[in-house]
């Protein structure tokens, strides 16, 4: 009778026991399970691969706004960016372009947002058309490739995107060569040479930048002796720093009959020309061929080492245009004082007749009659037909 009671206590200490634990709570994710942001991040990138990019948007969005403390959220906003660069279209290559600068703008420390300004720079790069078409998508390539080279100098992207803006720069190049070359066939002297000044210091590494300094040379020459200094000068840098162009020997004679100074090459240029030669990218018939139906640009001939420009363009004024007497240079700032006492406005009507302003205005008379003899990119002169461009000499 004892055991039993004992064996009933027991019991009844076990089913207390057993009633006042907690069930154990069973975790749904095991070691053998995925975390639910994988899994959506896994198949947004599955949607994105079969092109089912709205279904993949959709997905990483919801990854983003339910699990914000992800380490996958970086990675789903830069899978938006490229399901719409994927999408193609300009409304796609638009969206993909404000979605990257937004990962840049959260994420500037991180890898990917070198990645993400390259390929900013290859939304533009793709859409640029040839050099005598629209240059709106080059200018944007260049901005945004100068923009990950300054920002990110020592990504593994930068060599990439440092050929990229050279191919750029050789297209942008060769659009300013071509109105150039037209100015200097019609015989607008100062026009050619406005053009060619700018061609040459913007872009020494343009394929075609040695016939721009002959060409210049030619230009400054047939606008009179008082831009003898401006010839010799294109020469000289003509053979300095081409020195193995086919326009080398020619610009060494026209210095020797301007008795002008030859000048040494220079050995970095000679080292750079030859590289250029040995890797120059080699095109057939085809290439040619079908170059004429691609709407893209041709950029084979395009520089292969060098440092590519990273300033913009400054614009000049052609020398055709007077400068007026006593004028350096162009004035952006303007001040005043107060005058106290009595002027030339009170004691004379015409404050233009006072010693000092007639004086000046003989100057600026004067200046402006020396100044009628410069060239003008229309000459009035019938009967005669516009030169001819220069021949490229033979190798």
């Not at 009933?8 to 907690?22: E, F, Q, Y």
């Not at 020997?249 to 240029?269: N, Q, S, W, Y």
């Not at 350096?328 to 005043?336: K, N």
Request: hydrophobic share 35%; glycine share 6%; with cysteine.
């Amino acid at each position: 009778m004892k055991i039993s009671k004992s064996i009933v206590l027991v019991c009844l200490l076990l089913v207390a026991a057993t009633g006042c634990r907690k069930k154990k709570y069973e975790n749904p994710i095991g070691k053998d399970t995925q975390q639910p942001d994988k899994i959506l991040f896994d198949k947004a990138v599955a949607d994105i691969e079969r092109g089912r990019y709205e279904v993949a948007r959709i997905t990483l969005n919801t990854l983003m706004n339910t699990y914000d403390t992800s380490e996958f959220l970086a990675k789903a906003k830069l899978a938006v960016a490229d399901s719409w660069m994927r999408e193609g279209g300009s409304h796609g290559m638009a969206q993909a372009e404000a979605e990257y600068k937004d990962f840049i703008l959260f994420y500037p420390t991180m890898e990917e947002s070198a990645e993400a300004q390259e390929k900013i720079c290859m939304i533009h790069y793709k859409q640029m058309e040839k050099p005598d078409r629209d240059p709106k998508h080059a200018y944007k390539a260049e901005e945004e490739c100068r923009q990950l080279l300054v920002q990110f100098p020592n990504s593994k992207f930068a060599p990439r995107v440092s050929q990229l803006l050279r191919n750029i720069q050789e297209v942008e190049a060769e659009g300013e060569m071509r109105t150039a070359r037209f100015y200097h066939g019609k015989g607008s002297n100062p026009a050619a040479a406005n053009r060619l000044q700018g061609l040459v210091d913007q872009y020494p590494l343009y394929s075609a930048a040695d016939e721009g300094l002959w060409l210049l040379g030619d230009s400054y020459s047939k606008m009179g002796a008082r831009f003898r200094l401006q010839t010799i000068k294109a020469y000289q840098r003509l053979v300095k720093d081409y020195p193995l162009s086919a326009y080398a020997g020619d610009a060494k004679t026209k210095l020797k009959d301007m008795e002008g100074e030859i000048p040494e090459a220079d050995p970095v240029a000679v080292a750079r020309m030859k590289y250029e030669q040995e890797n120059k990218t080699k095109t057939g018939m085809m290439h040619t061929a079908l170059g004429v139906f691609k709407k893209s640009p041709d950029t084979t001939t395009s520089a292969k080492s060098g440092t590519p420009a990273m300033t913009n363009p400054q614009r000049t004024i052609p020398v055709s245009v007077p400068t007026p007497a006593g004028a350096a240079g162009g004035v952006t700032d303007v001040g005043g004082q107060v005058v106290t006492g009595t002027s030339d406005l009170d004691k004379k009507p015409d404050a233009r007749q006072s010693e000092e302003n007639k004086a000046s205005g003989a100057t600026a008379a004067a200046a402006e009659q020396q100044q009628q003899a410069l060239p003008a990119n229309r000459q009035p002169v019938k009967g005669k037909k516009a030169p001819k461009p220069p021949k490229k000499p033979s190798k």
